[in-house]
């Protein structure tokens, strides 16, 4: 009713859904309601970066800017040519969060390759490059890793096609971590909080899907 979009109705919007869902729309060349607008706004933290919830949603690290939900936010701003200033500040966020290697480490999510194909998408071609060595040097753990590998820097997609099931999709790993809200650096814990399966395949059969579609753009055309 506020205007945003969340992962269940008893939590309200949250920030990632409402950008992921702003994005489809536009997309899909739908119209965009200023209310989804001003409710995706309103999780901007003092540091530029985005939040998946706001203080009186939740708190702890729920709170906090988090660069994957910061990158999808600069995604659905960009597309909808709404609050350059926002944007600029929350790519200067991105930027100051990028690790050494050139990757950025995802809060919601086991791999860190998540949150790096979200941000070279929100940031650009400069993005990509820094990142692409990075990538290359992990050894992707189930085939949603591979696919965002694949994603970030195009390679041979026969090691993502052997691993498609026969029914068509891709199986599933526990890939969504749901960290405790008081761990802001899941990714240096052992145990930060449980981790999720994709049951249906379909999260993950999705991010495949994306991944082959992209990689058969940028392969040249066969010569007959």
Same mark, same amino acid.
């Given at each position: 009713?506020?205007?945003?979009?969340?992962?269940?109705?008893?939590?309200?919007?949250?920030?990632?859904?409402?950008?992921?869902?702003?994005?489809?729309?536009?997309?899909?060349?739908?119209?965009?309601?200023?209310?989804?607008?001003?409710?995706?706004? @309103?999780?901007?933290?003092?540091?530029?970066?985005?939040?998946?919830?706001?203080?009186?949603?939740?708190?702890?690290?729920?709170?906090?800017?988090?660069?994957?939900?910061?990158?999808?936010?600069?995604?659905?701003?960009?597309?909808?040519?709404?609050?350059?200033?926002?944007?600029? @500040?929350?790519?200067?966020?991105?930027?100051?969060?990028?690790?050494?290697?050139?990757?950025?480490?995802?809060?919601?999510?086991?791999?860190?390759?998540?949150?790096?194909?979200?941000?070279?998408?929100?940031?650009?071609?400069?993005? @990509?490059?820094?990142?692409?060595?990075?990538?290359?040097?992990?050894?992707?753990?189930? +085939?949603?890793?591979?696919?965002?590998?694949?994603?970030?820097? +195009?390679?041979?997609?026969?090691?993502?096609?052997?691993?498609?099931?026969?029914?068509?999709?891709?199986?599933?790993? +526990?890939?969504?971590?749901?960290?405790?809200?008081?761990?802001?650096?899941?990714?240096?814990?052992?145990?930060?909080? +449980?981790?999720?399966?994709?049951?249906?395949?379909?999260?993950?059969?999705?991010?495949?899907?994306?991944?082959?579609?992209?990689?058969?753009?940028?392969?040249?055309?066969?010569?007959?």
């Amino acid at each position: 009713d506020e205007g945003g979009w969340g992962y269940a109705e008893s939590t309200g919007a949250d920030a990632d859904s409402t950008a992921l869902a702003i994005a489809f729309l536009c997309a899909m060349r739908r119209r965009v309601a200023m209310t989804a607008i001003r409710r995706l706004l @309103r999780f901007v933290g003092e540091d530029g970066g985005f939040a998946t919830f706001n203080l009186e949603q939740s708190f702890g690290a729920w709170t906090a800017s988090q660069v994957e939900v910061t990158a999808a936010a600069i995604l659905a701003l960009t597309m909808t040519d709404e609050a350059p200033g926002v944007v600029d @500040r929350a790519r200067q966020y991105l930027c100051k969060r990028q690790r050494s290697d050139g990757l950025w480490e995802s809060y919601w999510w086991m791999s860190p390759l998540y949150a790096t194909e979200i941000v070279v998408r929100a940031l650009g071609t400069n993005a @990509r490059i820094q990142a692409a060595s990075g990538v290359r040097a992990l050894k992707p753990s189930n +085939p949603f890793e591979m696919a965002l590998q694949l994603m970030i820097a +195009p390679d041979d997609l026969a090691s993502l096609a052997i691993t498609q099931n026969h029914d068509g999709s891709w199986p599933s790993a +526990p890939i969504l971590r749901l960290a405790s809200r008081d761990v802001f650096e899941p990714w240096k814990q052992q145990h930060s909080g +449980p981790c999720f399966a994709d049951h249906g395949r379909i999260f993950t059969t999705a991010t495949a899907v994306s991944a082959v579609a992209e990689g058969s753009r940028q392969q040249p055309p066969s010569v007959s």
